[in-house]
T-cell receptor, first 113, second 116 residues
Framework: AAGVIQSPRHLIKEKRETATLKCYPI?????VYWYQQGPGQDPQFLIS???????DKGSIPDRFSAQQFSDYHSELNMSSLELGDSALYFC????????????FGPGTRLTVL | DQQVKQNSPSLSVQEGRISILNCDYT??????FLWYKKYPAEGPTFLIS?????DKNEDGRFTVFLNKSAKHLSLHIVPSQPGDSAVYFC???????????????FGTGTLLAVQP
């Protein structure tokens, strides 16, 4: 079965650079979520989209922005990167049709030097 | 403020025995609970879930129990297998938002080690 695809899997950036993370949800899933997991921490919700509209916003810095496109893929744009942005970034998708389960991608490991 | 807590950072169990992972929550508006398994360098994998209107859900070797009055849920794995060794996250959905968001709030995880 098709799963959530995230790219790139690994990314190394310098401080103050920008990064773009991509997420391709499971086919026919209309809702996308972004989570950030720091070292030794639990995943923290950043932002979500339903039908290309932002549906909720969590602890996402103003330096970050995201959007969902017409093909339902989503991109997380991160600017003015800081050392503390180093983390695993997960994308999850679900279908709004009566299911609560979110299915996660493999994550993008971002390292800021 | 950690709304979902997993107080045991690690658990070691012998192969074939039962593994019991515990999770406590503070928000009475949570209406759906999920368990995820996570291997290093991979995303969380959905295991099993339970609605707040139920007290038990079973799927093969995995059973989740919910005690709403105690705001406590547990995941039972029986029999435990070495391949079950991973970090297990408990997660909750806040029903107060209806279907508009469904964001998950995660616990801190429990590292399960199943010894052969």
């Amino acid at each position: 079965a098709a799963g959530v695809i995230q790219s790139p899997r690994h990314l190394i950036k310098e401080k103050r650079e920008t990064a773009t993370l991509k997420c391709y949800p499971i086919p026919r899933h209309d809702t996308v979520y972004w989570y950030q997991q720091g070292p030794g921490q639990d995943p923290q919700f950043l932002i979500s989209f339903y039908e290309k509209m932002q549906s909720d916003k969590g602890s996402i810095p103003d330096r970050f922005s995201a959007q969902q496109f017409s093909d339902y893929h989503s991109e997380l744009n991160m600017s003015s990167l800081e050392l503390g942005d180093s983390a695993l970034y997960f994308c999850a998708s679900r279908t709004r049709q009566g299911y609560n389960e979110q299915f996660f991608g493999p994550g993008t490991r971002l390292t800021v030097l | 403020d950690q709304q979902v807590k997993q107080n045991s950072p690690s658990l070691s169990v012998q192969e074939g025995r039962i593994s019991i992972l515990n999770c406590d929550y503070t928000n009475s508006m949570f209406d759906y609970f999920l368990w995820y398994k996570k291997y290093p360098a991979e995303g969380p994998t959905f295991l099993i879930s339970i609605s707040s209107i139920k007290d038990k859900n079973e799927d093969g070797r995995f059973t989740v129990f919910l005690n709403k009055s105690a705001k406590h849920l547990s995941l039972h794995i029986v029999p435990s297998q070495p391949g079950d060794s991973a970090v297990y996250f408990c997660a909750a959905k806040d029903g107060n938002y209806g279907g508009a968001t469904n964001k998950l709030i995660f616990g801190t995880g429990t590292l399960l080690a199943v010894q052969p």
